[in-house]
């Protein structure tokens, strides 16, 4: 089943994979990517409802004219699933990664843990910025959207910023841990993210046992 929610001007894509009652789980996927059609892997053994968000310009979500992507407007998208839902887990793969990690800092009572993965758009721009020179970027009608791939593929990531969500997550949480990294790649930003106490590096199986097992 797939609602659809308005942020701003964009109608986005919440997917229910499973309905059941006991804790949520919340999809992010990666740069480029749209949500799964169906559950798999340590996923399919979370024991409540699994929902999964189309970002802004992917999916079955809607493509905004002119482009004007960054991690924060896909936060916003994230944070209206999350008012939706309620309460939940997060796991999510390279840029959703990233950026269930900012809404774990910004709704720390809310997100019950967020899992962060490897995938496309997990390292970003860096973390200063540079010379970006963008020619010939066609806009779309359909997703993902070119100016999605190109503006988020280069959204800057600054070590303290970052490190300041994590920050703030592990201190308001209810969990004792509430972030795990999951994956293998390191960018900068996760490195100074993994610098913070009450974060973890542990196996996506293991990460969801205890977020699930909180409630």
């Known amino acids: 089943m797939t609602v659809f929610l308005q942020h701003n001007r964009v ?124 020619r010939g970027v066609p806009g779309a009608l359909s997703a993902p959207d070119p100016f999605a791939l190109v503006e988020l593929g280069s959204d800057l990531r600054p070590r303290q910023y970052v490190r300041r969500f994590a920050e703030l997550a592990t201190e308001h949480s209810p969990l004792a841990n509430p972030i795990a990294v999951c994956g293998r790649q390191r960018p900068a930003w996760l490195e100074a993210v993994l610098e913070v106490p009450g974060v973890v590096e542990e196996p996506l199986e293991a990460a969801l046992q205890r977020f699930a097992a909180f409630g």
């Open 11 to 134: 109608k986005l894509a919440l997917h229910t994979l499973r309905e059941a009652p006991g804790p949520r789980l919340l999809l992010l996927h990666a740069l480029g990517d749209r949500s799964p059609e169906r559950l798999s892997g340590e996923v399919e053994r979370w024991p409540g409802a699994v929902y999964a968000l189309d970002f802004t310009g992917h999916g079955s979500s809607s493509v905004p004219a002119g482009g004007g992507y960054t991690a924060e407007v896909l936060m916003g998208d994230a944070d209206v699933a999350l008012a939706a839902i309620g309460p939940a887990t997060v796991v999510g793969r390279g840029l959703g990664g990233y950026i269930g990690l900012l809404l774990a800092g910004a709704r720390p009572g809310e997100v019950r843990g967020v899992a962060i993965l490897d995938g496309a758009g997990l390292a970003g721009g860096g973390d200063t910025p540079g010379p970006a020179v963008v």
